[in-house]
């Protein structure tokens, strides 16, 4: 496909123009059974290995007010009204199988299950309403978090900075049409299904209750800057109210064992781990391929 | 030069290769008249149009300090010894003759004038010792900043997000090397000249209280992440504790009238206004050409 774009910003920044010539490539790939489901010993690259801009949200209203009380925080008073986004660095982006590197244990590494969407190019004042026009792709992403440089970071006021490492996208992103019935309300209403050390830990809804969707993000984003082709906006960690669809990050876990217990009882991410994130289409096929980690030291 | 690097970003990105070519063409270029500052007809891009990472710190104290006073806030803690950094969006940068669009006059447009280093790879871990070697290029920064957004955006917690629309930068950078005595200490010790209106409201020297260097911010930036050729790393508003030396953005002007008057007096800008921003070595010559910017409604 170099000859139609030779990367995937190449093809963000001249969407138009190579969208159906893509979209030629990707309807020969659907008849030609050599081209499924790579094997699992291909290495997928992840969708950018380096994306101009990773703003992410944090709509779950769930995730905030739980992750808030954890460190007795209160959820800020326009949290219904005004999204949560924080801007992420997105010079270096890793691959859906990088190793999360516990680079010093007392960090406290989680993982956080999110789906992200990759923009067009969006200007400055987007409505809600015409942002879903802006809305090419959309993938997983494992935002990768070091929950005890969180409190220091905030304290100082400038948000998240040290805390946050570099994030982990897909092997796959897909356009919004191809997502069917499960791609309504600029929400995906599929469970995003998370296994640590084998086990799995989550398979919460990541759309009933994202309180924002991404065009209503999008919005809030435009209302002071614009935004170029390849940005990537994330929807916060998946979470939802029930405690039986689990958990898409330590972090919540952990919160409902000091609500019920009056401590913590689940360590954070240690070497030897193992975290796995995938979404499953109602066909039962893998959409955005997996993001699967091992944890080192 | 497209026959060297099409881009910046390219030559950034393979800089070890593309150095000595573009040395050479420097160097002619330094015998040629016909090349020497542009007329001020010629409209003069900016640096990089889109940048993968945008980091901006603020390492001035006495701005920190002034402007934390104007919103009624502590300075942190650890002020003087934990730098602060916020990450800024880097899609969209705008060139040096860009309007300053006034969107809706309630904002409290504000500028900041600043250096700003522009990075190779650079790795995790990267202590202050070895970042000197990371900075491949220096310039000038209008980090344009809206004033009456920032308490309700910081009062959510994560970091200043619609109150920092796009960064201006400047329409040359240069390398460390050809500053020569100016550049020591991962400082720039020059005078940061502003004008505002036509009047000269700023001279503060960007060296000696540019409390952490480059070097240091780098190494900050560096505990959890690693980051790609073309991260562009600004110093934060330049500040001086002498007023005589005037200010490098309005908040600070309008802090020291409010310690002074109990109230500010000196509006933030309006459709109309004009600022400029540039830097002169100890010939006289302008360094980084200037940024010079009409406010627009």
């Not at 709509?59 to 949560?84: F, G, W």
């Not at 006021?157 to 499960?182: I, W, Y």
Request: net charge negative; with cysteine.
């Amino acid at each position: 496909m170099a000859e139609i774009a030779p990367t995937m910003q190449a093809a963000l920044d001249a969407w138009e123009e190579v969208e159906p010539a893509l979209r030629r490539v990707y309807a020969a790939m659907q008849g030609d059974a050599t081209l499924g489901v790579p094997a699992t010993s291909v290495r997928m690259r992840n969708v950018l290995p380096r994306a101009y801009e990773w703003v992410d949200g944090s709509a779950y209203l769930n995730h905030v007010i739980l992750v808030r009380k954890a460190r007795n925080a209160e959820p800020p008073a326009t949290l219904r009204t005004d999204p949560l986004v924080y801007q992420g660095g997105s010079g270096v982006l890793l691959d859906p199988s990088a190793p999360i590197v516990c680079t010093n244990p007392e960090f406290g590494h989680d993982f956080e299950a999110e789906v992200a969407v990759i923009l067009g190019d969006t200007p400055l004042g987007t409505t809600a309403d015409a942002a879903a026009a802006s809305i090419r792709l959309v993938t997983i992403v494992n935002d990768i978090t070091l929950r005890n440089l969180i409190p220091d970071e905030l304290a100082k006021g400038f948000g998240f900075f040290q805390s946050k490492p570099a994030s982990v996208f897909g092997p796959v992103a897909v356009t919004p049409d191809e997502l069917g019935e499960a791609w309504r309300d600029g929400r995906l209403h599929l469970p995003m299904n998370v296994w640590w050390n084998g086990t799995q830990v989550g398979r919460a809804n990541a759309g009933p209750e994202m309180h924002f969707g991404f065009h209503e993000l999008i919005a809030h984003l435009c209302k002071t800057r614009a935004y170029t082709a390849g940005t990537v906006l994330g929807s916060g960690t998946v979470s939802n109210e029930d405690p039986a669809m689990g958990y898409s990050c330590i972090a919540e876990i952990r919160m409902r064992e000091i609500i019920a217990n009056g401590k913590p009882s689940t360590r954070f991410l240690q070497p030897g781990d193992h975290v796995r994130i995938e979404v499953f289409g109602t066909d039962g096929d893998s959409i955005f391929g997996a993001i699967d980690q091992a944890v080192t030291g």
